[in-house]
């Protein structure tokens, strides 16, 4: 996470959480002159609505409006992060053990970026994969980004053990 999405975060998530809900992720997408703000909301037991979106958007547009920490044009998204969400931090590794995720590194490991496998631990600021049958476990600050894969729809969230 950026400075600027870490003091988005920090300004934001109260106001996300008071209604319930979690702020998932912060990504600042575009130009100087024009930029997007959005804002990713989950809900650990349901799907996230577009009530809770629309409702998530009106409260936060108000913070932004007195805070103004963007000195650029933007323009507000809300969202949810899908089934095949994106994973940016420990916990969100952790409340996925058991389902199948690539990750892509910084730096390579072994010439490769890139893994394909299933969340098996989270202990150590690492996280741990199974490939096949064999495992490998990358700190936290050397993944670049995570992201579930769907294998089987029924299965909100994503592909449990990859079925």
């Not at 490769?112 to 049958?133: A, L, M, P, W, Y």
């Amino acid at each position: 996470m950026t400075p600027k999405q870490q003091q988005l975060f920090d300004m934001l998530a109260p106001t996300v959480r008071a209604e319930g809900l979690e702020l998932w992720a912060i990504e600042i997408i575009g130009r100087a002159n024009r930029a997007t703000l959005r804002l990713v909301i989950d809900h650990p037991e349901r799907p996230v609505s577009v009530e809770d979106c629309e409702t998530v958007s009106r409260q936060v547009s108000r913070i932004l409006d007195v805070e103004d920490p963007l000195p650029e044009r933007y323009t507000l998204e809300v969202s949810s992060p899908g089934i095949e969400r994106s994973l940016h931090e420990l916990s969100h590794f952790e409340r996925f053990i058991g389902y199948l995720a690539k990750i892509k590194l910084k730096v390579p490991f072994e010439r490769r970026k890139n893994f394909t496998g299933v969340i098996v631990s989270v202990e150590n600021q690492s996280v741990c994969i199974q490939q096949d049958e064999t495992e490998y476990e990358f700190p936290i600050e050397h993944i670049e980004r995570g992201q579930l894969i769907v294998a089987d729809v029924t299965e909100a969230g994503g592909s449990k053990h990859g079925k």
